[in-house]
């Protein structure tokens, strides 16, 4: 471990928990305990049994999201279980009540089958007033998020799929500005055919864009080929009009935009000069980007971003998860659709009046973000 | 609804939620973020990954509590399930917060399968320090207390169980120091044979009480009844040693001590006056007594307590189980033992220096309580 790894583990040591629970209530005298708690309490409990649609008015399943995973696919770390997967989702935690005020609790499974999560999420909900799935490998990903939004009546969303998406689609937005060009005419490679890629191309497709190409480990998806499970053959149906087959070269020529979700130093000088004039990189793989961006904008690329808060146009989820279950718990909205995705996206586009090649989204520290994506949540 | 109890649930939609979370570390600078969240939280996870044991340590998991229910046995409401569940567990995430600093998150679970109870908390256990079992219907409730106890390595407790065992034997210690009796020696009878009559009777044997007779629906348990579940046929095991067969009538009489945790208005003065001189009255229905303590008081009783705030000796809970598990995380200690709720019960009785008829237990107002029964577990 370097140097600088162990001066922040021994942070976390030192800390131990980054969140804790506050009453909001009094319990200084006895008529406080006989309130909020026995006598009291049974007056509530026997309401709730009868109208249990009034959980969300008085209780914590008001303002509270259950921060799930599994930890099958943990930041760049991969399939590190269930106490590597804990940091990170109180980490999220923390960022839901710092950004939106928002009781988020961190629940890691100690199971990694696709039946047993749902079962479990399901039977953990009614404490809740939202499911915020994060780091579940895909593409068992997929059929969770699905199954939970179907059967759940409150809004469940997997961070890394549309979360990732609604940034990318909002700096997209105003990086198609920069450069120029017509957003919906770009045409668009995708490096990574995971949660955030997949999920990424579907609202860029909902959004109007029209050319895509996906990557996975195998070179480009298109229809037909052979080795497709059943997520990636719906992308291939989606994606690639032109039926652009081969590798990442064969994928970057005469393209508008690169979009990265996969892994470092991936993407290289020759492909970026290959790439259309006034090309858009967004190298979002984390700690290490698929191409530094100094070594994009020698090769001609004209708006780079990262996921990165030490490049300019940082593209974070931290954008976009507290506002949109703010607006979804303040307005009882149960899924979270294509077009609030795209509203929000759009939302946070906007806050950047004069978008640059230097500032393509917002700050992660601007306090207008959260409420513009909380507005546009409904 | 009557008034009163119309009061209490305006003030409760008033209130919305009892408990929240609250971040312990800064998020004001993007230093806060990289060292808190992203890239920083990719070293604890990392690391956890690799020294799983450690979460205690850095994680939320070293100061919280889940406080689990699948609302099958509800105060005296009964299956209500688990929206009902919540206000009490929630409630009980507030004395835990008011009384031991411990982060407690309610989980009302939307089922009621013993397997699946077992199976959801074993998979939620990353994230807790330990698992408070509750309002659990018996027998399940000894089942999914025993097998989570043996699987899990953090202390599971039902405090339905013990948290009210430890009280009633504390109450006892004193009770028999007032009438001026051998503890041991004493005549019990324990109406009601679900989860805290079970374990009450277990937690008296195991402090040296030789005479119970436990009465469920049917009347008294006694080895070789026909119609005894597993559980009851073990009970008639350890207890009735004289072999009192028959109702309520036939077991109190010439007994020293009544335990009721059974239902309101059962206890009758005639059944006082049969039991044996300076006899003690522990009449904990909720909210409604087995007997009125004045009446207990009429018919000759010595002593008399409730769960009732409003009469003196109330027998509750909260005296318990915010220092069992303040000891048992600040101690790492796994399994809460016949031995540590022995001690925890002589720790809460001798607080009360000289106790008298009015005085045989702590008031939940006295803030010596909690830290006393926390050293009592190690």
Known sequence: MDTKSKKILAAFKRQGARIETRARVKLAVKKDFSLWYTPGVAVASSYLAKHPKETRNLSVKKNSVAVVSDGSAVLGLGNIGPYGALPVMEGKALIFKGKANIDAWPLVLDTQDPDEIVRIVKAIAPSFGGINLEDIA???????????????????????????????????????KVVKKDMKKLRVVISGAGAAGTAVAKLLVAAGVKDIVLLDRLGTIYAGRADLNSHKAELAKLTNPRKVKGDLADAMRDVDVFIGVSGRGLLKAAHVASMAPRSIIFAMANPEPEILPEDARRAGAAVIATGRSDFPNQI????????????????????????????????????????????????????????????AVH
Chains 1, 2 share one sequence.
């Open 316 to 375: 974070n989820n931290s954008l976009v998860f507290p506002g949109i279950f703010r607006g979804a718990l303040d307005k009882g909205v149960k899924k979270i659709t294509q077009e609030t995705k795209i509203r929000a996206a759009r939302a946070l586009a906007t806050l950047v009046v004069r978008p640059t090649a230097a500032k393509i989204i917002p700050d992660m520290l601007d306090p207008r973000v959260m409420k513009a994506v909380a507005r």
């Open 138 to 176: 895909a593409p068992k990903c997929f059929d969770i998020e699905k199954r939970l939004v179907e059967e759940l009546d409150i809004p469940v969303m997997h961070d890394d799929q549309h979360g990732t998406a609604i940034v990318v689609l909002a700096g997209l937005i105003n990086a198609a």
